[in-house]
């Protein structure tokens, strides 16, 4: 069998044994709701927009590809014959695809996300607090809500080998461009130092 | 909806669902009880066969995307329904994304949402990007890593840095005009991953 | 004019569309069939009154050139389209004008930032009159000669002296075909046209849509005129009556062309300029496509209406006959890969009616004259965002839907001297640094309505 389809089928063995449906290779899926305090869900609407998605507190747990925070006020009515129903309190809604296990990706997130986290959990019921990383990760993994799939294109992939590769294309690309400009030693050369940068 | 009228190389943020290329669509609603054991049954098996996730990823364009299924809000809240909740990450407006599904794979999206209440089509898609901008969980914060890159990108990076990675081994002992061999080399291979 | 198509089960399905005639009387002219006239100006009108407006509006009516086949050409046609700020001008209420689409009501200068239309290209150094709220009412007259031109022109003033001070123009330009119908680089442009199911006009294979079947069918009317079943199935959504039936959107832009950047980048750059040439566009100069004759224009095709136009992209999913960055790949990408034989790419077709301006660059001239030269962009459709807005944000100004991630495309993005193209091939071409070949210098949206819209909105208020 040529490699490639080798490689994807032991990928695809991998994926099949795993036995927690929030994991799908080495990539989890948390999905997490917690109530909001009554009555402090527009500061919560609040402080989430005044974080700028370039520069997030949550960028800074380096295993994380994508994390999304949310309100969610009530339930929509979707039309007869459903029943109308609506939800007793306001939710935050935290999803994040991660690298890793999720007590480690929680830990980290107590640890590196710092004061603007607490801040947006501050406006939840029974928020420990980031000072105790373990009891944080073991609050968010009580309101965690299993998933029945996850999917990603690159499930052994790292937030650190996309970020590398990345890297590389663009740095080749740039070469691609120079090269016709450069001679076959300060090719060779400049290529070295564009593999020796990742380093 | 405030999704997206940036393009994607738009610098600044907007609304609670974009970051760089990356958008984030979030849905909420309520399965039908019958449907409920089924959905559950597709979804956990959908693990053991590759037709969801080849149908999903053909596209290109889905970073990463998840379906739960929930009764409990909290320890102290159940509901009457139980809701499915659909959050995928994705690298195109999400008008788009959604012609992709309902001219595409339309089956799909029937057998996942098609017993919802009072869900349409598709085909064809305009009554289900209704549906959809109706149901969008609009608002809050949203984060990508690599907000610069695309799915395609992202791909194509993997595979730049895979075949780079030959490219310096190879390169070990070679003369400089071997070296540019080796390099033109490399370039053929990658010029669909630039 | 019965619809025949193969109906493969994955096509959307549809309430079966009435074999609808275009009601060829109540629409205007050149949307349906192109005018064929060599000659046109684009005056663009002020109303500072609008019961004066109205007046004048009035008095050309008569002159408004419908849709209808002629027997025998007229000495000139006349067409008038609005801006948002020209409907308002002309006192339409202001509820109606909510109903009209967020992109119209903006207009094009203020969603530059969407649209790429920064530094160079940006509304602040457009030409005067455009993208300024200025622009209310597009007149634009067709002649087969200067002479017709210029009497349609001098008929025209009249009306608008006879306003005084309530009518002014605020822009204006002159458009002529050169040769051949070429563009500016030396390209026979305007080659691909949708075909528009109940037109009248006889479709050239590959102008309509594939049908899943090896062939090609007409696109719903409903994609480029308001009231009409689209794609899709159902009607698009349009402002409330008359502009409900019957109208179109216009997207009108000036783009400025620089020949003389083309050919001097062209005689840089590695390769044969004139097979370099080629691979940006998509066709030979002659308008082969590259995909029909990877090696050579061949004019047994492009002089062959059943030929010229008549390929797809599928079975050259690596670029290596059309790069799959070329301009009129990324326009108009057919089947090519990611767009599944169509059914990605057929809802976001435009109906081009543009024309060449100003004096050619004499051959061989590779420094700038100074001169003034490009095209007047125009073109229609139903829904600006869905179809102008889509190609241009998503298909021109990136890449990523061809899998060339950042890159423009090569004609006509805006490259600030920066810009790469990948040429596929064993081996590949890499075209870098490339500068901007053309400039955009002011743009407008409008609605062009129905006949009786216009008699509407013609009629006295109230």
């Known amino acids: ?199 | 909806m405030a999704v997206e009228t940036l393009s994607p190389l738009a610098e600044k943020p907007s609304g609670g669902n974009v970051a760089g290329r990356a958008r984030c669509l979030t849905l909420l609603t309520p399965v039908r009880p019958f449907w409920v054991p089924f959905l559950w049954f597709v979804m956990r098996g959908a693990r053991y066969h590759t037709y969801f996730r080849n149908h999903s990823l053909q596209f290109k364009f889905i970073y990463y995307v998840r379906w739960a299924v929930f009764r409990d809000f909290s320890e102290s809240e159940r509901k009457r329904y139980t809701y499915l909740l659909f959050e995928s990450n994705f690298d195109i407006p999400w008008r788009q994304y959604i012609d992709a599904f309902a001219y595409v794979i339309p089956k799909d999206i029937r057998v996942i949402w098609g017993r919802g209440f009072a869900f349409p089509g598709p085909p064809p898609a305009e009554p289900l990007k209704r549906w959809i901008a109706m149901n969008s969980l609009e608002g809050g914060h949203y984060h990508s890593a690599y907000p610069e890159a695309s799915v395609k990108m992202t791909m194509s990076a993997l595979e730049a840095r895979k075949r780079c990675n030959r490219l310096a081994k190879e390169a070990k002992g070679l003369s400089p005009a071997q070296f540019r061999k080796a390099f033109d080399a490399a370039v053929g291979d990658l010029q669909r991953h630039l | 004019m019965t619809r025949r198509d193969a109906r493969p089960s994955l096509l959307p399905r549809r309430r079966l569309v009435r074999a609808t005639e275009l009601e060829l009387g109540d629409l205007q002219g050149n949307l349906v069939r192109g005018y064929t006239f060599p000659v046109g100006r684009y005056i663009f009108v002020r109303v500072a009154d609008a019961a004066a407006g109205r007046r004048w509006m009035a008095g050309l009516l008569p002159s408004v050139t419908n849709a209808e086949p002629w027997d025998e050409a007229p000495d000139s046609t006349l067409n008038l389209s609005f801006t948002h700020d020209g409907l308002a001008a002309l006192g339409v209420d202001r509820s109606l004008l909510a109903g009209f689409p967020e992109e119209f009501r903006q207009g094009m200068a203020a969603r530059a930032e969407l649209l790429g239309d920064v530094g160079d290209n940006a509304p602040s150094n457009w030409e005067p009159g455009l993208g300024t709220g200025d622009a209310h009412v597009l007149v634009t007259l067709y002649a087969e000669d200067h002479a017709r031109l210029e009497r349609a022109r001098a008929r025209l003033q009249e009306s608008l002296d006879a306003a005084g001070e309530a009518l002014s123009v605020v822009h204006e330009q002159l458009s002529e075909s050169l040769d051949e119908g070429r563009d500016h680089f030396g390209f026979k442009d305007g080659i691909a046209q949708p075909a528009l199911a109940g037109s009248g006009a006889e479709p050239r294979p590959g102008d309509g849509m594939l049908n899943g079947d090896g062939g090609w069918r007409a696109l719903a009317p409903g994609e480029f005129v308001l009231g009409y079943h689209d794609e899709d199935g159902g009607l698009p959504l349009a402002p409330a009556p008359p502009f409900d039936r019957n109208s179109t959107y216009v997207v009108y832009r000036k783009m400025q062309m620089h020949p003389e950047r083309m050919r001097s980048y062209l005689r840089d750059a590695p390769g044969d300029p004139n097979v370099l040439a080629a691979k940006l566009v998509g066709r030979w100069q002659d308008g082969t496509p590259l995909i029909s004759s990877p090696e050579r224009p061949d004019p047994a095709i492009s002089n062959d209406p059943a030929r010229v136009n008549d390929f797809r992209y599928h079975e050259d999913p690596d670029g290596l006959a059309c790069p799959v960055g070329a301009h009129i790949r990324r326009a108009n990408p057919r089947d090519a890969d990611g767009f599944f034989d169509g059914k990605l790419s057929d809802r976001h077709r435009i109906i081009r009616r543009g024309r060449a301006y100003g004096p050619a660059l004499p051959d061989g001239v590779v420094e700038d004259d100074g001169a003034d030269r490009g095209l007047v962009f125009k073109c229609y459709q139903a829904d600006i965002e869905r179809q102008f807005e889509m190609i241009q944000t998503l298909w021109i100004e990136d890449g990523d839907s061809f899998g060339v991630g950042d890159d423009k495309d090569p004609l006509i993005g805006l490259h600030a001297g920066g810009g790469r193209m990948i040429v596929q091939g064993r081996p590949p071409t890499v075209l870098a640094k490339l500068p901007a070949f053309v400039t955009v210098r002011g743009g407008e949206y409008l609605i062009r309505p129905g006949m009786r819209a216009l008699r509407w909105l013609a009629a006295p208020l109230r």
């Open chain 1, 1 to 199: 069998m040529p490699r490639p389809r080798l490689r994807a089928a032991r990928e695809f063995l991998a994926i099949a044994i795993q036995t927690d449906p929030n994991a799908y290779g080495n990539g989890y899926g948390l999905t997490a709701l917690l109530p909001i305090v009554a009555g402090r869900e527009d500061d919560l609407e609040a402080h989430l927009a005044s974080l700028d998605p370039l520069d997030s507190p949550f960028g800074r747990v380096p295993q994380a590809h994508f994390t999304r925070l949310l309100v969610i006020r009530d339930l929509v009515y979707q039309g007869p014959p459903q029943i109308p129903e609506s939800l007793d309190r306001s939710y935050l809604i935290y999803t994040s695809s991660f690298d890793g296990k999720p007590d480690r990706y929680l830990q980290d997130v107590a640890r590196l996300a710092g004061d603007e986290a607490a801040a947006v959990f501050a406006h939840t019921v029974g928020f420990p607090g980031l000072a105790d990383v373990g009891a944080f990760a073991g609050w968010i993994m009580k309101h965690k809500r299993d998933n029945g799939y996850v999917l990603t294109p690159w499930p052994f992939a790292s937030v650190q080998d996309v970020k590398e590769g990345l890297r590389v294309q663009k740095g080749f690309g740039q070469l691609v461009e120079g090269a016709r400009d450069m001679d076959d030693a300060e090719l060779q050369a400049a290529f070295g130092r564009l593999m020796a940068g990742g380093r």
